[in-house]
């Protein structure tokens, strides 16, 4: 896979995806949207590719959408081309998505933090939604996501003052998983992928699925579809392997079906 905007490695178990436009500190232009999406689909396939990890540079995960670029979008040029259909498609990546953030994640950056499933920040990380400065708002799910990561009142000070907050506040306020210092963030997204890599990974995707489902179904809908999915993993060979290991006392061999 060879993008102009990304990078991709893969190590034992996970795939790494960086943002590789320095220059304007990985502004999210439709390239880069679009390499993204194709690498995703294409990871999301493979086997051996158990999680996935997203990540800018020290100075930036993402400042946003690219200014430059939509400046002069219309509004019916947006309809016309779905702009945001890629997003929806982020969404339904079914391996878990790390986000490594250092620097800026602002904007577009900030709700692709929140669109991954877990999210690593280095000290220095400076997240948030500064639409509001440049006569717009958020666009690709900051006003929804982050409203239920955060609350109502704090979303609506992020959004309405577009003021970034710390990555401390951003741990307080329960946006990250896990602060810290600028030299290890990536290295701790590496050990969280590693480890979510040697679980069983069917049972990784289920469960990915059920607490997704969470956000957009009724107590009564969602505890129905966990149920179902448990249910499911009785069919895997896994969940035999697991049971079976622990009763052993030996580690478990995961087949993956
Ligand atoms: C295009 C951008 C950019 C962006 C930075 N750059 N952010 N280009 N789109 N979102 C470019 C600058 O123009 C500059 O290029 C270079 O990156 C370095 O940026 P500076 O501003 O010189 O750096 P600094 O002074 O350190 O300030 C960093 C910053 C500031 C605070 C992050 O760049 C900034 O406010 N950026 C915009 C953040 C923003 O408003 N994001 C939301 C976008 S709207 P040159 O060529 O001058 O060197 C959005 C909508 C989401 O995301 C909708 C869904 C996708």
């Known amino acids: 896979m060879a993008y102009e905007h990304l990078l991709i490695t893969k190590e034992s178990g996970y795939a790494l995806i960086q943002f590789n436009r320095p220059d304007v500190l990985n502004a ?8 993204l999406v194709d ?28 200014i430059k670029e939509m400046a002069n979008t219309s509004a019916m040029e947006m309809l016309q081309r779905d702009q945001f259909a890629r997003w929806d ?16 994640a602002l904007g577009g950056g900030c709700e692709l933090m929140m669109t991954c499933d877990l999210v690593i920040a280095s000290e220095t990380a400076k997240i948030g939604q500064p639409e509001i400065n440049i006569g717009v708002m958020p666009g690709a799910g900051g006003t929804q996501r982050l409203t239920r990561a955060v609350g109502k009142v704090k979303a609506m000070e992020m959004v309405l003052t577009g003021r970034p907050i710390s990555a401390q506040e951003a741990l307080q306020w329960g946006l990250v998983n896990k ?3 600028v030299e290890y963030y990536l290295q701790e997204a590496k050990e969280l992928a590693k480890e979510i890599a ?5 049972a990784v995707k289920l469960a990915k699925e059920s607490v997704l489902k969470a956000f957009d179904t009724t107590i009564e809908g969602g505890l129905e579809f966990e149920r179902k999915n448990f249910y499911l993993l009785f069919s895997s060979e896994d969940q035999k392997e697991g049971m079976k290991a622990f009763i052993e006392k030996r580690k478990p061999e995961w087949k993956g079906k």
């Open 198 to 202: 040697s679980k069983a990974p069917m």
């Open 89 to 104: 498609r982020i969404r339904k990546i079914k391996k878990p998505l790390i986000a490594a953030v250092s620097g800026f």
């Open 39 to 66: 690498a995703l689909e294409e990871l999301d396939k493979e086997t051996e590719v158990r999680c996935i990890i997203l990540t800018g540079n020290e100075k930036a995960f993402a400042a946003g959408a690219d």
């Open 179 to 181: 602060v810290v210092p």
């Open 28 to 35: 999210l232009n439709i390239k880069l949207m679009t390499e």
